[in-house]
Protein backbone atom coordinates (compact mmCIF):
# COMPACT_ATOMS: atom_id res chain seq x y z
CA UNK A 1 0.00 0.00 0.00
CA UNK A 2 1.28 3.47 -1.12
CA UNK A 3 2.18 5.56 1.63
CA UNK A 4 -0.35 8.24 1.75
CA UNK A 5 0.70 10.62 5.07
CA UNK A 6 2.47 13.52 3.04
CA UNK A 7 0.74 13.23 -0.13
CA UNK A 8 -0.59 16.01 -2.01
CA UNK A 9 -2.27 15.96 -5.03
CA UNK A 10 -2.41 17.35 -8.58
CA UNK A 11 -4.21 17.09 -11.44
CA UNK A 12 -2.63 16.18 -13.98
CA UNK A 13 -0.81 13.34 -12.08
CA UNK A 14 -4.17 11.63 -11.35
CA UNK A 15 -5.40 12.21 -14.86
CA UNK A 16 -2.50 10.46 -16.76
CA UNK A 17 -2.98 7.64 -14.25
CA UNK A 18 -6.63 7.35 -15.80
CA UNK A 19 -6.02 8.05 -19.24
CA UNK A 20 -3.57 4.91 -19.26
CA UNK A 21 -6.32 2.66 -17.63
CA UNK A 22 -9.20 4.38 -19.89
CA UNK A 23 -7.33 4.24 -23.24
CA UNK A 24 -9.65 4.83 -25.65
CA UNK A 25 -13.15 4.88 -23.58
CA UNK A 26 -14.62 8.43 -24.32
CA UNK A 27 -13.13 11.06 -22.20
CA UNK A 28 -14.94 13.95 -24.15
CA UNK A 29 -17.83 14.71 -26.71
CA UNK A 30 -18.53 17.84 -28.63
CA UNK A 31 -21.14 17.82 -31.17
CA UNK A 32 -20.91 14.32 -33.13
CA UNK A 33 -16.67 14.50 -32.14
CA UNK A 34 -15.73 11.86 -29.17
CA UNK A 35 -12.29 12.19 -27.80
CA UNK A 36 -10.87 9.39 -26.11
CA UNK A 37 -8.86 9.66 -23.01
CA UNK A 38 -5.64 8.61 -25.14
CA UNK A 39 -5.80 10.77 -27.56
CA UNK A 40 -6.95 13.38 -24.90
CA UNK A 41 -3.91 13.03 -23.10
CA UNK A 42 -1.93 13.12 -26.20
CA UNK A 43 -3.14 16.69 -27.08
CA UNK A 44 -2.71 17.95 -23.99
CA UNK A 45 0.91 16.88 -24.15
CA UNK A 46 1.72 18.39 -27.22
CA UNK A 47 -0.18 21.59 -26.27
CA UNK A 48 1.95 21.65 -23.07
CA UNK A 49 5.44 21.35 -25.31
CA UNK A 50 4.33 24.02 -27.44
CA UNK A 51 3.47 25.87 -24.53
CA UNK A 52 7.01 25.38 -22.64
CA UNK A 53 8.80 25.80 -25.81
CA UNK A 54 7.66 29.38 -26.06
CA UNK A 55 9.47 30.38 -22.71
CA UNK A 56 6.75 29.86 -20.38
CA UNK A 57 7.55 29.88 -16.58
CA UNK A 58 7.21 28.09 -13.60
CA UNK A 59 3.00 29.22 -12.39
CA UNK A 60 2.90 31.67 -15.81
CA UNK A 61 -0.79 31.93 -15.94
CA UNK A 62 -2.89 30.88 -19.30
CA UNK A 63 -5.80 32.90 -20.09
CA UNK A 64 -8.80 31.03 -21.54
CA UNK A 65 -10.99 33.46 -23.98
CA UNK A 66 -13.02 30.26 -25.01
CA UNK A 67 -16.93 28.81 -25.57
CA UNK A 68 -17.39 25.54 -24.27
CA UNK A 69 -15.56 23.50 -26.30
CA UNK A 70 -12.79 20.38 -26.04
CA UNK A 71 -10.34 22.72 -26.25
CA UNK A 72 -11.34 24.48 -23.00
CA UNK A 73 -10.50 21.26 -20.85
CA UNK A 74 -7.44 20.19 -22.97
CA UNK A 75 -5.97 23.55 -22.21
CA UNK A 76 -6.35 23.25 -18.68
CA UNK A 77 -4.92 19.56 -18.76
CA UNK A 78 -1.84 21.28 -20.76
CA UNK A 79 -0.96 23.87 -18.11
CA UNK A 80 -1.43 21.23 -15.23
CA UNK A 81 1.12 18.73 -17.38
CA UNK A 82 3.15 21.99 -17.77
CA UNK A 83 2.58 23.24 -13.97
CA UNK A 84 1.13 26.68 -15.21
CA UNK A 85 -2.20 28.40 -13.79
CA UNK A 86 -5.08 28.25 -16.03
CA UNK A 87 -7.04 31.88 -15.56
CA UNK A 88 -11.13 31.77 -16.55
CA UNK A 89 -12.01 34.92 -19.19
CA UNK A 90 -15.44 35.79 -19.40
CA UNK A 91 -16.27 35.82 -23.37
CA UNK A 92 -18.88 38.30 -22.41
CA UNK A 93 -16.09 40.83 -21.41
CA UNK A 94 -15.76 44.26 -23.34
CA UNK A 95 -12.09 45.49 -24.15
CA UNK A 96 -11.86 47.31 -21.38
CA UNK A 97 -12.52 44.12 -18.68
CA UNK A 98 -10.24 41.66 -20.85
CA UNK A 99 -7.49 44.21 -20.32
CA UNK A 100 -7.76 44.40 -16.83
CA UNK A 101 -8.49 40.77 -16.13
CA UNK A 102 -5.44 39.57 -17.99
CA UNK A 103 -3.07 42.24 -16.95
CA UNK A 104 -4.14 41.54 -12.98
CA UNK A 105 -3.67 38.01 -13.64
CA UNK A 106 -0.23 38.70 -15.51
CA UNK A 107 -1.61 35.90 -18.32
CA UNK A 108 1.56 34.31 -20.55
CA UNK A 109 -0.72 32.90 -22.56
CA UNK A 110 -4.77 33.59 -23.90
CA UNK A 111 -6.03 30.83 -26.00
CA UNK A 112 -9.03 32.24 -27.44
CA UNK A 113 -11.81 30.95 -30.25
CA UNK A 114 -11.30 32.48 -34.14
CA UNK A 115 -14.46 34.66 -33.29
CA UNK A 116 -12.96 36.88 -30.86
CA UNK A 117 -9.71 37.47 -33.39
CA UNK A 118 -10.98 41.31 -34.12
CA UNK A 119 -11.26 42.17 -30.77
CA UNK A 120 -8.02 40.72 -29.77
CA UNK A 121 -6.49 42.46 -32.68
CA UNK A 122 -7.83 45.97 -30.66
CA UNK A 123 -6.38 45.34 -27.62
CA UNK A 124 -3.27 42.99 -28.53
CA UNK A 125 -0.69 45.73 -28.32
CA UNK A 126 -1.95 46.93 -24.60
CA UNK A 127 -0.75 42.93 -23.68
CA UNK A 128 2.85 42.94 -23.48
CA UNK A 129 2.90 40.08 -21.03
CA UNK A 130 1.50 37.87 -23.60
CA UNK A 131 4.44 35.27 -25.26
CA UNK A 132 1.91 33.18 -26.83
CA UNK A 133 -1.54 33.59 -28.58
CA UNK A 134 -3.46 30.34 -29.01
CA UNK A 135 -6.45 30.27 -32.33
CA UNK A 136 -9.11 27.87 -31.87
CA UNK A 137 -11.12 27.38 -35.28
CA UNK A 138 -14.45 27.74 -35.18
CA UNK A 139 -15.16 28.71 -38.90
CA UNK A 140 -15.37 32.44 -38.36
CA UNK A 141 -12.13 33.75 -39.38
CA UNK A 142 -8.19 32.65 -40.10
CA UNK A 143 -5.60 32.20 -37.94
CA UNK A 144 -4.29 35.46 -37.56
CA UNK A 145 -0.38 35.38 -38.31
CA UNK A 146 0.51 36.80 -34.80
CA UNK A 147 -1.22 33.88 -33.62
CA UNK A 148 -0.01 29.80 -33.25
CA UNK A 149 -3.41 27.75 -34.67
CA UNK A 150 -4.24 25.24 -31.96
CA UNK A 151 -3.39 22.12 -34.21
CA UNK A 152 -0.26 22.61 -34.70
CA UNK A 153 -0.09 23.28 -31.24
CA UNK A 154 -1.04 19.95 -30.09
CA UNK A 155 0.90 18.54 -33.26
CA UNK A 156 4.09 17.56 -31.01
CA UNK A 157 1.83 15.15 -29.10
CA UNK A 158 2.91 11.99 -28.10
CA UNK A 159 2.37 9.57 -25.31
CA UNK A 160 4.78 10.60 -23.48
CA UNK A 161 3.48 12.18 -20.36
CA UNK A 162 4.98 16.27 -20.52
CA UNK A 163 6.32 18.38 -17.24
CA UNK A 164 8.07 21.50 -17.23
CA UNK A 165 11.70 21.38 -15.54
CA UNK A 166 10.45 22.47 -12.45
CA UNK A 167 8.23 19.05 -11.93
CA UNK A 168 4.66 19.33 -10.35
CA UNK A 169 3.24 20.18 -6.98
CA UNK A 170 0.01 19.61 -5.05
CA UNK A 171 0.55 23.46 -4.50
CA UNK A 172 0.47 24.32 -8.05
CA UNK A 173 -2.38 26.88 -8.31
CA UNK A 174 -5.97 27.40 -10.26
CA UNK A 175 -6.98 30.69 -10.53
CA UNK A 176 -11.07 31.71 -10.51
CA UNK A 177 -11.94 35.08 -11.28
CA UNK A 178 -15.17 36.27 -9.76
CA UNK A 179 -17.23 38.49 -11.55
CA UNK A 180 -16.25 40.97 -8.82
CA UNK A 181 -18.66 42.03 -5.87
CA UNK A 182 -16.11 45.08 -5.13
CA UNK A 183 -15.37 46.64 -8.52
CA UNK A 184 -13.04 45.23 -10.35
CA UNK A 185 -13.21 41.22 -10.13
CA UNK A 186 -10.75 39.43 -8.37
CA UNK A 187 -8.56 36.21 -8.87
CA UNK A 188 -9.28 33.30 -6.06
CA UNK A 189 -6.24 31.30 -5.81
CA UNK A 190 -6.74 27.85 -5.41
CA UNK A 191 -4.36 25.02 -4.80
CA UNK A 192 -4.70 21.72 -6.76
CA UNK A 193 -4.15 19.51 -3.58
CA UNK A 194 -7.45 21.38 -1.77
CA UNK A 195 -9.63 20.77 -5.27
CA UNK A 196 -9.03 17.69 -5.28
CA UNK A 197 -9.74 16.36 -1.56
CA UNK A 198 -12.85 18.89 -2.04
CA UNK A 199 -13.96 17.09 -5.69
CA UNK A 200 -13.16 13.80 -4.83
CA UNK A 201 -15.13 13.55 -1.47
CA UNK A 202 -18.52 12.33 -3.16
CA UNK A 203 -16.29 9.82 -4.95
CA UNK A 204 -16.22 5.96 -4.77
CA UNK A 205 -12.79 6.71 -2.77
CA UNK A 206 -12.14 9.85 -1.68
CA UNK A 207 -8.52 11.25 -2.08
CA UNK A 208 -9.41 13.63 1.51
CA UNK A 209 -7.99 12.88 4.68
CA UNK A 210 -5.94 9.82 4.50
CA UNK A 211 -6.65 9.42 0.79
CA UNK A 212 -4.63 5.93 -0.74
CA UNK A 213 -3.77 6.64 -4.31
CA UNK A 214 -3.89 2.55 -4.83
CA UNK A 215 -7.73 2.19 -3.54
CA UNK A 216 -8.50 5.31 -5.30
CA UNK A 217 -6.72 3.77 -8.85
CA UNK A 218 -8.55 0.11 -7.94
CA UNK A 219 -11.69 2.39 -8.21
CA UNK A 220 -11.08 3.74 -11.08
CA UNK A 221 -9.96 0.31 -12.95
CA UNK A 222 -13.52 -1.17 -11.49
CA UNK A 223 -15.66 1.22 -12.72
CA UNK A 224 -14.50 0.66 -16.66
CA UNK A 225 -17.02 1.06 -19.13
CA UNK A 226 -19.57 2.57 -16.11
CA UNK A 227 -17.67 5.64 -15.95
CA UNK A 228 -20.38 8.50 -15.55
CA UNK A 229 -20.92 11.42 -18.14
CA UNK A 230 -21.59 15.00 -17.22
CA UNK A 231 -22.78 17.78 -19.33
CA UNK A 232 -21.62 21.30 -18.18
CA UNK A 233 -24.72 23.06 -19.55
CA UNK A 234 -23.20 26.39 -17.49
CA UNK A 235 -19.95 27.90 -19.19
CA UNK A 236 -16.39 26.29 -18.25
CA UNK A 237 -15.70 30.06 -17.47
CA UNK A 238 -17.83 29.88 -14.63
CA UNK A 239 -17.19 28.21 -11.29
CA UNK A 240 -19.96 26.13 -11.36
CA UNK A 241 -18.96 24.05 -14.58
CA UNK A 242 -15.81 24.56 -14.30
CA UNK A 243 -15.20 22.69 -10.54
CA UNK A 244 -17.96 20.15 -11.48
CA UNK A 245 -15.91 19.35 -14.58
CA UNK A 246 -12.51 19.01 -12.92
CA UNK A 247 -14.44 16.39 -10.40
CA UNK A 248 -15.49 14.25 -13.07
CA UNK A 249 -12.68 14.24 -14.95
CA UNK A 250 -11.08 12.73 -11.69
CA UNK A 251 -13.07 10.06 -11.35
CA UNK A 252 -12.50 9.23 -14.89
CA UNK A 253 -15.67 10.49 -16.37
CA UNK A 254 -16.67 12.19 -19.77
CA UNK A 255 -17.60 15.37 -20.26
CA UNK A 256 -20.48 16.15 -22.88
CA UNK A 257 -20.25 20.00 -24.43
CA UNK A 258 -22.39 21.89 -27.26
CA UNK A 259 -21.31 23.40 -29.65
CA UNK A 260 -24.51 26.39 -29.89
CA UNK A 261 -23.85 29.74 -28.54
CA UNK A 262 -26.88 30.41 -26.92
CA UNK A 263 -28.97 28.62 -24.13
CA UNK A 264 -31.33 26.14 -26.01
CA UNK A 265 -33.32 23.32 -23.40
CA UNK A 266 -34.38 21.67 -26.86
CA UNK A 267 -30.98 20.76 -27.77
CA UNK A 268 -29.85 20.50 -24.73
CA UNK A 269 -32.41 17.91 -23.76
CA UNK A 270 -31.42 16.19 -27.27
CA UNK A 271 -27.80 15.93 -26.17
CA UNK A 272 -28.41 14.31 -22.73
CA UNK A 273 -30.88 11.82 -24.38
CA UNK A 274 -27.90 11.40 -27.20
CA UNK A 275 -25.05 10.62 -24.93
CA UNK A 276 -27.04 8.96 -22.07
CA UNK A 277 -25.78 11.77 -19.89
CA UNK A 278 -25.96 11.00 -16.56
CA UNK A 279 -25.62 14.58 -14.61
CA UNK A 280 -26.31 17.75 -16.00
CA UNK A 281 -24.92 21.07 -14.82
CA UNK A 282 -27.31 24.01 -14.85
CA UNK A 283 -27.70 27.56 -13.32
CA UNK A 284 -31.03 27.92 -11.31
CA UNK A 285 -34.16 28.91 -12.82
CA UNK A 286 -32.20 30.50 -15.91
CA UNK A 287 -31.97 27.26 -17.40
CA UNK A 288 -34.30 25.04 -15.55
CA UNK A 289 -37.62 26.89 -16.45
CA UNK A 290 -36.93 26.68 -20.35
CA UNK A 291 -35.83 22.84 -19.67
CA UNK A 292 -39.38 22.22 -18.12
CA UNK A 293 -40.90 24.41 -20.55
CA UNK A 294 -39.51 22.09 -23.51
CA UNK A 295 -40.72 18.94 -21.20
CA UNK A 296 -44.17 20.62 -20.51
CA UNK A 297 -44.50 21.34 -24.71
CA UNK A 298 -43.06 18.04 -25.58
CA UNK A 299 -44.14 15.12 -23.59
CA UNK A 300 -42.75 11.92 -23.90
CA UNK A 301 -40.40 13.44 -26.75
CA UNK A 302 -36.75 12.72 -24.84
CA UNK A 303 -35.63 9.15 -23.36
CA UNK A 304 -33.97 10.58 -20.22
CA UNK A 305 -33.63 7.74 -18.83
CA UNK A 306 -29.98 7.45 -17.76
CA UNK A 307 -30.10 11.31 -16.55
CA UNK A 308 -29.54 10.86 -12.68
CA UNK A 309 -28.76 14.12 -11.12
CA UNK A 310 -28.99 17.53 -12.03
CA UNK A 311 -26.50 20.31 -10.30
CA UNK A 312 -26.55 24.11 -9.54
CA UNK A 313 -24.98 26.59 -7.86
CA UNK A 314 -24.80 30.55 -7.83
CA UNK A 315 -28.63 31.04 -8.67
CA UNK A 316 -32.24 30.62 -7.66
CA UNK A 317 -34.04 27.63 -8.17
CA UNK A 318 -37.37 27.51 -7.56
CA UNK A 319 -39.13 24.76 -5.66
CA UNK A 320 -41.74 24.72 -8.08
CA UNK A 321 -39.85 24.41 -11.08
CA UNK A 322 -37.84 21.38 -9.48
CA UNK A 323 -41.24 19.84 -8.55
CA UNK A 324 -42.02 20.45 -12.44
CA UNK A 325 -38.79 18.95 -13.40
CA UNK A 326 -39.06 15.55 -10.99
CA UNK A 327 -42.65 15.03 -12.35
CA UNK A 328 -40.69 14.62 -15.92
CA UNK A 329 -37.75 12.81 -14.61
CA UNK A 330 -39.04 11.10 -11.42
CA UNK A 331 -35.51 9.36 -10.76
CA UNK A 332 -33.85 12.72 -10.75
CA UNK A 333 -31.83 13.71 -7.84
CA UNK A 334 -31.35 17.67 -7.45
CA UNK A 335 -28.60 18.65 -6.16
CA UNK A 336 -28.88 22.70 -5.20
CA UNK A 337 -25.36 23.82 -4.16
CA UNK A 338 -24.56 27.02 -2.13
CA UNK A 339 -20.80 28.18 -1.95
CA UNK A 340 -18.93 30.77 -4.09
CA UNK A 341 -15.71 31.18 -5.70
CA UNK A 342 -14.13 31.29 -2.51
CA UNK A 343 -15.68 29.24 -0.09
CA UNK A 344 -17.10 25.62 -1.48
CA UNK A 345 -19.58 23.71 0.49
CA UNK A 346 -21.40 26.54 2.29
CA UNK A 347 -24.70 24.78 2.02
CA UNK A 348 -26.69 22.15 -0.18
CA UNK A 349 -30.00 21.27 -0.65
CA UNK A 350 -31.08 17.68 -1.64
CA UNK A 351 -34.77 17.14 -3.91
CA UNK A 352 -35.84 13.55 -4.88
CA UNK A 353 -39.44 12.61 -5.94
CA UNK A 354 -40.43 12.05 -2.20
CA UNK A 355 -38.61 15.24 -0.44
CA UNK A 356 -38.57 18.31 -2.73
CA UNK A 357 -37.00 21.23 -0.15
CA UNK A 358 -38.14 24.44 -0.33
CA UNK A 359 -36.56 27.62 -2.37
CA UNK A 360 -33.52 28.74 -0.53
CA UNK A 361 -33.54 26.14 1.76
CA UNK A 362 -29.91 24.55 2.70
CA UNK A 363 -28.63 22.90 5.25
CA UNK A 364 -25.41 23.82 6.67
CA UNK A 365 -22.12 22.30 5.07
CA UNK A 366 -19.98 19.80 7.04
CA UNK A 367 -17.68 22.69 7.97
CA UNK A 368 -19.77 25.62 7.04
CA UNK A 369 -20.14 28.55 9.95
CA UNK A 370 -22.08 31.29 10.73
CA UNK A 371 -19.62 34.17 12.66
CA UNK A 372 -21.63 37.02 14.33
CA UNK A 373 -19.82 40.61 14.05
CA UNK A 374 -18.19 39.46 17.48
CA UNK A 375 -16.37 36.99 15.66
CA UNK A 376 -17.90 34.12 17.82
CA UNK A 377 -19.93 30.52 15.95
CA UNK A 378 -23.56 31.45 15.89
CA UNK A 379 -25.02 28.63 17.51
CA UNK A 380 -28.76 26.93 16.40
CA UNK A 381 -31.53 28.41 16.88
CA UNK A 382 -30.33 31.64 18.24
CA UNK A 383 -31.53 34.43 16.16
CA UNK A 384 -28.13 35.57 15.72
CA UNK A 385 -27.50 36.97 12.21
CA UNK A 386 -23.96 37.05 11.24
CA UNK A 387 -21.37 35.90 7.90
CA UNK A 388 -22.04 32.37 6.69
CA UNK A 389 -18.51 31.19 5.48
CA UNK A 390 -16.46 27.38 6.04
CA UNK A 391 -13.50 26.52 7.78
CA UNK A 392 -11.06 23.74 6.41
CA UNK A 393 -10.55 23.51 2.72
CA UNK A 394 -10.43 26.75 0.87
CA UNK A 395 -8.39 29.27 -1.18
CA UNK A 396 -4.90 30.39 -0.27
CA UNK A 397 -6.23 34.17 -0.87
CA UNK A 398 -6.90 36.45 -3.51
CA UNK A 399 -4.12 37.11 -5.99
CA UNK A 400 -1.83 40.38 -5.65
CA UNK A 401 -4.26 41.74 -3.05
CA UNK A 402 -3.56 41.36 0.70
CA UNK A 403 -6.09 43.39 1.57
CA UNK A 404 -9.12 41.63 0.66
CA UNK A 405 -7.81 38.04 1.31
CA UNK A 406 -7.09 39.37 4.95
CA UNK A 407 -11.13 40.92 4.41
CA UNK A 408 -12.31 37.78 3.33
CA UNK A 409 -10.24 34.92 4.91
CA UNK A 410 -9.81 36.19 8.55
CA UNK A 411 -8.07 34.21 11.49
CA UNK A 412 -10.40 34.60 14.14
CA UNK A 413 -9.14 32.67 17.69
CA UNK A 414 -6.91 30.91 15.66
CA UNK A 415 -8.69 29.65 12.99
CA UNK A 416 -9.45 30.69 9.33
CA UNK A 417 -12.04 30.97 7.75
CA UNK A 418 -13.76 32.11 4.31
CA UNK A 419 -16.32 34.57 4.73
CA UNK A 420 -17.28 35.35 1.18
CA UNK A 421 -20.01 38.02 2.47
CA UNK A 422 -22.86 35.97 2.81
CA UNK A 423 -24.94 36.69 5.55
CA UNK A 424 -27.56 34.17 7.18
CA UNK A 425 -29.02 32.84 10.60
CA UNK A 426 -29.14 29.52 11.88
CA UNK A 427 -32.47 27.73 12.08
CA UNK A 428 -33.44 25.53 15.54
CA UNK A 429 -32.86 22.03 13.00
CA UNK A 430 -29.45 23.15 11.85
CA UNK A 431 -30.53 24.62 8.21
CA UNK A 432 -30.07 27.63 8.29
CA UNK A 433 -31.63 31.14 6.19
CA UNK A 434 -30.05 32.81 3.48
CA UNK A 435 -30.45 36.52 4.36
CA UNK A 436 -28.00 37.83 1.36
CA UNK A 437 -25.55 40.19 0.56
CA UNK A 438 -23.31 42.41 2.63
CA UNK A 439 -23.20 44.64 -0.52
CA UNK A 440 -25.61 45.52 -3.24
CA UNK A 441 -24.66 43.02 -5.78
CA UNK A 442 -26.89 42.34 -8.32
CA UNK A 443 -27.07 38.34 -9.21
CA UNK A 444 -28.37 37.72 -12.55
CA UNK A 445 -28.56 34.28 -14.04
CA UNK A 446 -25.17 33.39 -11.76
CA UNK A 447 -23.51 36.74 -13.32
CA UNK A 448 -22.72 39.05 -10.34
CA UNK A 449 -23.30 42.55 -11.49
CA UNK A 450 -21.80 45.35 -9.28
CA UNK A 451 -23.73 48.40 -9.52
CA UNK A 452 -21.53 51.18 -9.31
CA UNK A 453 -19.63 49.69 -12.32
CA UNK A 454 -23.15 50.11 -14.80
CA UNK A 455 -23.63 53.55 -12.79
CA UNK A 456 -20.20 54.72 -13.78
CA UNK A 457 -20.87 53.74 -17.71
CA UNK A 458 -24.11 55.56 -17.77
CA UNK A 459 -23.14 58.58 -16.15
CA UNK A 460 -20.28 59.03 -19.10
CA UNK A 461 -23.25 59.73 -21.69
CA UNK A 462 -23.91 63.24 -22.17
CA UNK A 463 -27.43 63.06 -21.54
CA UNK A 464 -26.76 61.74 -17.98
CA UNK A 465 -26.15 63.76 -14.52
CA UNK A 466 -26.68 60.62 -12.06
CA UNK A 467 -27.36 56.99 -12.10
CA UNK A 468 -28.12 54.08 -9.59
CA UNK A 469 -28.82 50.74 -10.45
CA UNK A 470 -30.52 48.00 -8.63
CA UNK A 471 -31.83 44.03 -8.77
CA UNK A 472 -35.33 43.79 -9.22
CA UNK A 473 -36.64 39.88 -9.13
CA UNK A 474 -37.38 38.10 -12.29
CA UNK A 475 -38.78 34.67 -12.52
CA UNK A 476 -36.15 32.84 -14.84
CA UNK A 477 -33.09 35.04 -13.96
CA UNK A 478 -33.52 35.95 -10.36
CA UNK A 479 -32.99 39.19 -10.88
CA UNK A 480 -32.61 41.68 -14.10
CA UNK A 481 -30.64 45.38 -13.61
CA UNK A 482 -32.63 48.03 -13.38
CA UNK A 483 -31.64 51.54 -14.18
CA UNK A 484 -32.58 55.18 -12.43
CA UNK A 485 -30.88 58.25 -14.23
CA UNK A 486 -31.31 61.49 -13.50
CA UNK A 487 -31.02 63.70 -16.97
CA UNK A 488 -29.32 66.75 -18.13
CA UNK A 489 -31.49 69.68 -18.40
CA UNK A 490 -33.82 69.75 -21.29
CA UNK A 491 -34.88 66.32 -21.66
CA UNK A 492 -33.60 62.85 -21.26
CA UNK A 493 -32.18 60.09 -23.35
CA UNK A 494 -33.78 57.36 -25.20
CA UNK A 495 -34.18 54.15 -22.79
CA UNK A 496 -32.93 51.87 -25.94
CA UNK A 497 -29.74 54.44 -26.68
CA UNK A 498 -28.98 54.01 -22.88
CA UNK A 499 -29.11 50.27 -23.19
CA UNK A 500 -26.75 50.39 -26.00
CA UNK A 501 -24.63 52.54 -24.11
CA UNK A 502 -24.04 50.33 -21.29
CA UNK A 503 -23.14 47.67 -23.95
CA UNK A 504 -20.70 49.09 -26.20
CA UNK A 505 -18.21 49.51 -22.60
CA UNK A 506 -19.40 46.67 -20.69
CA UNK A 507 -20.72 42.91 -21.24
CA UNK A 508 -23.96 42.71 -22.26
CA UNK A 509 -25.63 41.39 -19.25
CA UNK A 510 -24.36 44.25 -17.22
CA UNK A 511 -26.89 46.29 -19.54
CA UNK A 512 -29.73 47.84 -17.87
CA UNK A 513 -33.09 45.97 -19.08
CA UNK A 514 -34.73 49.13 -17.82
CA UNK A 515 -34.48 52.67 -17.37
CA UNK A 516 -36.12 54.78 -15.44
CA UNK A 517 -36.29 58.53 -15.08
CA UNK A 518 -36.37 60.40 -11.78
CA UNK A 519 -35.73 64.25 -11.64
CA UNK A 520 -32.80 63.66 -9.07
CA UNK A 521 -31.39 60.75 -7.44
CA UNK A 522 -30.84 62.43 -3.91
CA UNK A 523 -27.49 61.18 -2.02
CA UNK A 524 -26.13 61.57 1.43
CA UNK A 525 -23.47 64.05 2.26
CA UNK A 526 -20.87 61.44 1.80
CA UNK A 527 -22.15 60.54 -1.78
CA UNK A 528 -23.77 57.36 -1.06
CA UNK A 529 -27.29 56.45 -1.79
CA UNK A 530 -30.13 54.56 -0.81
CA UNK A 531 -30.29 51.81 -2.98
CA UNK A 532 -33.64 50.32 -1.12
CA UNK A 533 -35.53 53.44 -1.72
CA UNK A 534 -34.41 53.25 -5.35
CA UNK A 535 -35.12 49.40 -5.59
CA UNK A 536 -38.68 49.72 -4.26
CA UNK A 537 -38.79 53.05 -6.89
CA UNK A 538 -37.92 50.42 -9.76
CA UNK A 539 -40.20 47.75 -8.69
CA UNK A 540 -43.08 50.33 -8.51
CA UNK A 541 -42.32 51.48 -12.12
CA UNK A 542 -42.36 47.33 -13.21
CA UNK A 543 -45.40 46.70 -11.09
CA UNK A 544 -43.53 44.40 -8.68
CA UNK A 545 -45.43 43.98 -5.55
CA UNK A 546 -42.96 44.02 -2.17
Avoid at 125 to 150: H, I, N
Avoid at 156 to 169: A, F, K, L, V
Avoid at 455 to 460: A, F, H, I, N, P
Wanted: proline fraction near 5%; charged fraction near 20%.
Amino acid sequence: MTDQSEQSWQFADLWEIIAEIRGEQRAQVFGGETTSWTEFNRRANGLAATMLAAGVEHQDKVAQYLYNCPEYLEGVYAAFKASLVPVNTNYRYADNELLYLWDNSDAAVVMFHATFTETIERIREQCPKVKLWLWVDDGSSPCPEWATSWADAIAPGTDENISGPWGRSGSDRWFLYTGGTTGMPKGVMWDHDTLVRIGTRTHPVSLDGDGDLDAWTAAIVEIGAGAPTMLPGAPLMHGTGHITALGQLTQGGCIVTMPNRKFDAELMLDTVEANSVNALVIVGDAFSRPIVDALDANPGRWNLSALVTMISSGAMWSQSIKERLIDHIPQLLIYDALGSSEAIGMGNSFSTKDNINNTAKFDMGENAVVINEMGELCEAGSGDIGRLGVRGLMPVGYYKDEVKTAATFPTINGVRYSLPGDFATIEADGTFTLLGRGSVCINTGGEKVFPEEVEETLKEHPGVVDAIAVGVPDERFGQIVTAVIEPVQGGAPDEAELIEHVKTNLASYKAPRHVFVADSLTRAPNGKIDYKKWTSFAREELGIEA
